[in-house]
Nanobody, 115 residues
Framework: VQLVESGGGLVQPGGSLRLSCVTSGFGFSRIAMEWVRQAPGKGPEWVSR????????RYADSVRGRFTISRDNAMNTLYLQMESLKPDDTAVYYC?????????RGQGTQVTVSS
């Protein structure tokens, strides 16, 4: 099983980024997925979740209306479109499986929001 995130970087407040998570080694189209982030010195924070078919999504209050989770099951890839970024969004972002035993997580991609 592999989950490889990309798309992070340094962006100014108000800017946008699109994160990708390319997966392999499991039945991606059958598994709900999520994004989790961890800021320096803080614990993990759940960000968003998407059902296996993509028809159901959920967001943390802190990102609702600014972030959009999506997936391409043909490409085994998960996305997170992030708009109107704030300094508080600075964190390492991880994609992770849901409801697998065990669950898997990628190595993360750093997002830094700073002027």
């Amino acid at each position: 099983v592999q989950l490889v995130e990309s798309g992070g970087g340094l962006v100014q407040p108000g800017g946008s980024l699109r994160l990708s998570c390319v997966t392999s080694g499991f039945g991606f189209s059958r598994i709900a997925m999520e994004w989790v982030r961890q800021a320096p010195g803080k614990g993990p924070e759940w960000v968003s979740r998407i059902s296996n078919g993509g028809g159901s999504t959920r967001y943390a209050d802190s990102v609702r209306g600014r972030f959009t989770i999506s997936r391409d099951n043909a490409m085994n890839t998960l996305y997170l479109q992030m708009e109107s970024l704030k300094p508080d969004d600075t964190a390492v972002y991880y994609c992770a499986t849901q409801n697998m035993s065990p669950n898997y997580r990628g190595q993360g991609t750093q997002v830094t929001v700073s002027s």
